[in-house]
């Protein structure tokens, strides 16, 4: 069965230091999407990506933080300049339009960030 | 702004049980809900999509509820068993279908 796979599962990383997690949506999906979660909180939406762009984005989504799909198969999200309240797990999540259950929305594995 | 509550936050039972979950929501205008169950540690693993159109979704031993005017949604699990100690998370689609997450309820069942 298809999934979102996300590398690496774990990445430590010095304050001030940028990152880049990736992500690998399911093929035919078209609708990308990156949420958080710090550890012992609700898992929040950070930004969602449709067709080359943003289509939206939270307010915990500041210019520390740019996604790109940089080939037809990869997604990331780049931290330019981590800070230690930068550390959770990050979760990569991608829905199609072309089935009946079209919003449904798939996660992947998650990425833990500790910033250090 | 939409807030999403789950009530019970933790839930213990002994297995065989019947039980319900229960998320509500702020706002009615909602594109649709998800479950997801997360495992410590773990991603998220959908488990029932409703759409807003309709009043409930069933998958084997889950069956979810969705009252949209009343801004509230149920997950049943029924005969409980002790691989479905998780925690449950409800979800809320809006615009571009970003989810707004619950807390999670965090079921125990023990044997």
């Known amino acids: 069965e298809p999934e979102v796979t996300q590398t690496p599962s774990h990445q430590v990383t010095q304050m001030g230091q940028e990152v880049i997690l990736r992500c690998v949506p399911i093929s035919n999906h078209l609708y990308f999407y990156w949420y958080r979660q710090i550890l012992g909180q609700k898992v929040e939406f950070l930004v969602s990506f449709y067709n080359n762009e943003i289509s939206e984005k939270s307010e915990i989504f500041d210019d520390q933080f740019s996604v790109e799909r940089p080939d037809g198969s990869n997604f990331t999200l780049k931290i330019r300049s981590t800070k230690l309240e930068d550390s959770a797990m990050y979760f990569c999540?991608?829905?199609?339009?072309?089935?009946?259950?079209?919003?449904?929305?798939?996660f992947g594995p998650g990425t833990r960030l500790t910033v250090l | 702004k939409q807030e999403v509550t789950q009530i019970p936050a933790a839930l213990s039972v002994p297995e065989g049980e019947n039980l319900v979950l229960n998320c509500s929501f702020t706002?009615?205008?909602?594109?649709?809900l998800q479950w997801f169950r997360q495992d410590p540690g773990k991603g998220l693993t959908s488990l029932l999509l409703i759409q807003s159109s309709q009043r409930e979704q069933t998958s084997g031993r889950l069956n979810a509820s969705l009252d949209k005017s009343s801004g509230r949604s149920t997950l049943y699990i029924a005969a409980s068993q002790p691989g479905d100690s998780a925690t449950y998370l409800c979800a809320v689609g809006g615009g571009y279908n970003k989810l707004i997450f619950g807390a999670g309820t965090r079921l125990a069942v023990h044997p």
């Open positions: 706002d009615s205008a909602i594109y649709n």
């Open positions: 999540a991608s829905r199609s339009q072309t089935t009946l259950s079209y919003n449904e929305q798939f």
